[in-house]
């Protein structure tokens, strides 16, 4: 007698419970933050196309995922002006409050500058430089004479000067660097290594090979998700 009455109340609860949404815990998730990747000198975005599609494979939806072109012979700080715009477009488009921000190369100084001197602090969550001359490279003395943006990557120019002076990693970014002990372009080396960022060396990898190394890109993308 008793398990009659039990039974129905029972059914009840059951079909009740059927009725609540399962919440997805991959659905809740909270979307990333868009990324925006700066070439560096003389590079081109599809560079980056490994790295693109590396990401799009581990959950980055197409609206995430932004390439920030320009004319590398400009001063880094006419770019970083060009890419303050950008970002504003993506914030506006996708609705996100900050950006993550991944460099090679050069595309770290106007980035840095953006975030130092442009407000860009406040808008951006991780920064990331692969390969960067955030000291100067020897190298750019092949082309000071004639090109703005080559004088300002030789060690001790202004712009690094002021770039670097006092906190040279400023605000609430997360600053993330790769190095490699085999780049030929960046000279020396620990031109990269910034104090304040997490500064991490690489296998035996070329400058532009940098990144596209799974390896690199695995970890970068750790570092911005």
């Known amino acids: 007698m008793r398990l009659r009455h039990v039974l129905p109340g029972l059914a009840t609860v059951i079909g009740a419970a059927l009725l609540v949404p399962v919440t997805s815990t991959t659905a809740n998730a909270a979307e990333p933050d ?23 494979a581990n959950g980055y939806a197409d609206d995430r995922l932004h390439v920030f072109g320009y004319n590398s012979f400009r001063s880094n700080g006419t770019t970083a002006q060009n890419l303050s715009g950008f970002i504003s477009d993506v914030l ?6 900050k950006v993550d921000i991944v460099t090679h190369s ?15 602090a406040d808008r951006v ?9 955030n000291h100067g490279t020897a190298v750019a003395g092949f082309c000071d004479l004639l090109i703005t943006s080559c004088q300002e990557m030789k060690a001790g120019s202004d712009f690094l000067n002021k770039l670097n002076a006092g906190d040279p990693t400023p605000g609430g970014v997360n600053y ?34 940098m990144i596209s190394n799974g390896g690199v890109i695995d970890a970068v993308r750790d570092v911005v998700r």
Request: charged letters at 20%.
């Open 34 to 56: 868009p990324v925006v990747f700066v070439h560096g000198f003389s590079g081109k975005g599809d560079q980056f196309s490994a790295m693109t599609d590396n990401f799009r």
């Open 92 to 97: 506006d488009s996708t609705g996100a409050a």
């Open 106 to 120: 050069m595309g770290g100084l106007s980035s840095r500058h953006y975030i130092k001197e442009l407000g860009g």
């Open 125 to 133: 969550d991780d920064w990331v430089s692969i390969g960067g001359p």
């Open 176 to 209: 993330t660097t790769f190095r490699s002990p085999c780049d030929l372009i960046i000279n020396p080396i620990s031109s990269t290594v910034l104090d304040g960022a997490d500064n991490r060396e690489t296998s035996c990898l070329g400058h532009i090979g």
